[in-house]
């Protein structure tokens, strides 16, 4: 892994070691590195490499795979481009927020008939950018148009679907791992 390609774990190293309160001694002990280099990867200064990582992670016990989520996590400015099209996601379905957020937002773009009924934990926001779309909530059935929203508090049941050509919807959400307190 070279330097542009190995990640920037330090805050989420940082914030797991703490966490665990531990002290960088400890973290060193525990994975063989030295407490200059791991100081030198919490303040950014150094990066690991993938072996490095897995060792932190180890001392950490977490992987490495949660570290780097983390650290995805903790960016507080990303773009997700137009022409981003993730693999995992169904044609017509674009995720406009990447990694693993407080806040999931997708995009559903053509003639799309979500005829499954969805009920989410968490609240949600459907906004119309383009087209128009019908939305079942709460046994009540509401017509969306061009910039309207509709909000649905969490574990409302709810099913959608577009209907004009060239309807684009976008879902905002806070995410399902999230536990959210009404208190």
């Known amino acids: ?7 920037r774990v330090g805050a989420a190293v940082k914030r797991r070691r703490r966490a ?6 400890v973290v060193a002990a525990r994975s063989g590195l030295s407490v200059p280099f791991l100081s030198q990867i919490e303040n950014e200064r150094a990066r690991p490499s993938t072996r490095s990582l897995q060792l932190v992670a180890g001392a950490l016990e977490t992987t490495a ?6 650290a995805e996590a903790a960016r507080t400015v990303d773009v ?4 981003e099209r993730p693999h995992d ?3 017509g379905v674009r995720s406009l927020v990447r990694g693993r957020h407080q806040l999931h937002a997708l995009e559903f773009t053509g003639e799309r008939d979500a005829g499954r009924e969805f009920q989410h934990r968490n609240d949600e ?5 383009d087209g128009a779309a019908e939305v079942e909530a709460e046994g009540r059935a509401y017509r969306l148009e061009r910039g309207d929203t509709l909000y649905l508090s ?3 049941r709810h099913r959608w679907r577009a209907t004009e050509p060239g309807t684009r919807l976008l879902v905002v959400a806070v995410a399902e791992h999230i536990e959210v307190d009404d208190t």
């Open 125 to 129: 926001l459907l906004f119309v950018a």
């Open 65 to 70: 795979g949660e570290l780097l989520a983390a």
């Open 89 to 91: 996601l169904p044609v």
């Open 154 to 156: 969490g574990g409302v």
């Open 80 to 83: 997700v481009r137009s022409a």
């Open 1 to 7: 892994m070279d330097d542009k390609e190995s990640p």
């Open 20 to 25: 665990l309160k531990l002290t960088l001694a």
